[in-house]
Nanobody, 121 residues
């Protein structure tokens, strides 16, 4: 069994900061790419940022320069530092990871349950 658990969401004023965490646990052999997605009400889920096992990163244009994705491989944990938050960043944020289980041969995608981020004055 593999679980991804997000934390760190909440209510913040425009211009503020939040740090999200995503902790993976269970029978994990390898975690390959990890990603943050978000879904605003009435909109499709969108990819926010990606980080490879080696630390290479990619960002959506809408968050470049404001968000920073990182990971601690020893802790099986990924982070999203969000600065200069805007009302349009309001969404449920989900973590996603490509994981090979201890008894597995192939990578499978796992999702967290999501954490709400609300940017409002």
């Amino acid at each position: 069994q593999v679980q991804l658990v997000e934390s760190g969401g909440g209510l913040v004023q425009p211009g503020g900061s939040l740090r999200l965490s995503c902790a993976a646990s269970g029978s994990i052999r390898t975690i390959n790419a990890m990603r943050w997605y978000r879904q605003a009400p009435g909109k499709q889920r969108e990819l926010v940022a990606t980080i490879s096992n080696g630390g290479s990163t990619n960002y959506a244009d809408s968050v470049k320069g404001r968000f920073t994705i990182s990971r601690d491989n020893a802790k099986n944990t990924m982070y999203l530092q969000m600065n200069s938050l805007k009302p349009e960043d309001t969404a449920v944020y989900y973590c996603n990871a490509d994981i090979i289980r201890v008894a597995g041969l192939y990578s499978s995608a796992y999702w967290g349950q999501g954490t709400q981020v609300t940017v409002s004055s």
